[in-house]
């Protein structure tokens, strides 16, 4: 069941993009949606049966190249941080697929649009389950392909095609920072396997090797999560349709850098100097942020910019070693930032596509539903 939940949301996004026109729109939702509710209800029963059960699984489907020390498996490893990360995407990939079944319903695009949600979704699915660095790398640029398919997924503005370029050059800075750092840790230890390189690392005195790549594997972390520096793609994110802004911003883009970190943990133990870094790096990001939303007119980039500073949040908190309070923070944060981002898109969707919160008001009267569930989620983000 494990594997069956990461594949069938690349074969949904098949069957959608390629024989989306044989189905009709009505058959892309109904095939789409049942496939999406059965990953969802998949990844429920296997969190249940492995938190109570307390058991982890690994499989090692084939050997990929094997070039002397120079080889790769590909390979699956559900642990508890997999099987938590596996709730989050499955949820909110669900939500954003129904929500986006009504909101792009008039887009002559629609069939494009719902396939590249579910290859979003096993792309990240792929990411967070590797047992490697070389598959976790696949999942990795492959976030950053669909960010960029799905920002520009109405090329027609220019807008739209000046953010997915910003994107993708600006976390392409990071991809080749987070490359050299495999290939680093590759040349100290001979091995891609992530379970391998932390016991490899913790016999052995390699103190300034370790500074070396893990700074490396950092530029990664700030490209791909948007940290002070590298923030700057994030709030023009916001040109992709609204059920985009929601599965970027919660479940599956931005919070890669953090699930890097959080996979790499016991590594980023052994350097004091990285995690001081993580400290300085966090801090900054959600102070900045922070104050740019509050000056923000734009109501998605508010919620862009809120998101930044709650990733800061994580990344600070890595860097005092609460690994497990900043997985907590970022399943949480997944949850109610894809709330606020779907109530926006309804707000938005409601008011003739008008996004200037300076033009908005009395909202609670005409959308009342929309009101508490923005209250909820913002009492979530506060706290």
């Given at each position: ?167 993708m ?20 230890s ?29 530029i ?6 948007a ?20 599965l ?7 919070t ?50 809120s ?77």
């Amino acid at each position: 069941m494990n594997l069956v939940i990461i594949i069938l949301p690349l074969i949904n996004s098949i069957l959608c993009g390629l024989f989306g026109r044989f189905l009709g729109k009505k058959g892309v939702k109904l095939v789409s949606f049942i496939i999406m509710l059965f990953v969802f209800i998949s990844s429920w029963i296997v969190f249940y049966e492995s938190n109570t059960n307390n058991y982890l699984s690994y499989y090692n489907i084939l050997n990929w190249f094997n070039l002397g020390l120079f080889n790769c498996s590909f390979s699956f490893k559900f642990d508890l941080i997999t099987i938590n990360m596996i709730i989050l995407v499955s949820t909110v990939s669900l939500f954003v697929h129904i929500f986006s079944y009504d909101y792009m319903d008039n887009d002559p695009h629609f069939l494009r649009f719902i396939s590249y949600l579910s290859l979003f979704t096993f792309f990240m699915l792929l990411l967070i389950s590797s047992s490697n660095l070389v598959q976790l790398f696949i999942g990795w640029e492959g976030v950053g392909l669909c960010s960029y398919l799905l920002i520009n997924f109405w090329y027609t503005r220019i807008q739209a095609n000046k953010s997915a370029f910003k994107a993708m050059i600006i976390n392409k800075i990071g991809d080749i920072g987070f490359l050299l750092g495999i290939l680093f840790i590759w040349l100290y230890s001979g091995s891609f396997e992530i379970n391998e390189i932390f016991l490899i690392f913790s016999n052995s005195e390699y103190s300034t090797e370790i500074f070396t790549f893990l700074s490396l594997l950092l530029i990664g972390v700030i490209g791909k999560s948007a940290q002070l520096g590298l923030h700057i793609w994030l709030p023009d994110a916001m040109e992709g349709p609204t059920p985009v802004s929601a599965l970027i911003h919660a479940a599956t883009m931005v919070t890669a850098g953090v699930l890097l970190i959080i996979r790499m943990s016991p590594l980023f133990e052994l350097s004091s100097s990285i995690l001081i870094i993580l400290i300085i790096i966090g801090s900054l990001t959600s102070f900045f942020s922070a104050t740019i939303g509050i000056v923000q007119n734009d109501i998605k980039k508010v919620i862009a910019y809120s998101t930044c500073s709650q990733l800061g949040y994580m990344v600070m908190i890595c860097g005092f070693s609460y690994y497990d309070l900043s997985l907590f923070h970022l399943i949480n944060h997944g949850f109610f930032k894809a709330l606020l981002f779907l109530s926006a898109g309804s707000i938005i969707h409601s008011l003739n596509d008008e996004q200037d919160m300076r033009k908005y008001g009395a909202l609670k009267t005409t959308i009342p539903i929309i009101f508490i569930l923005i209250t909820i989620a913002s009492i979530a983000l506060m706290g």
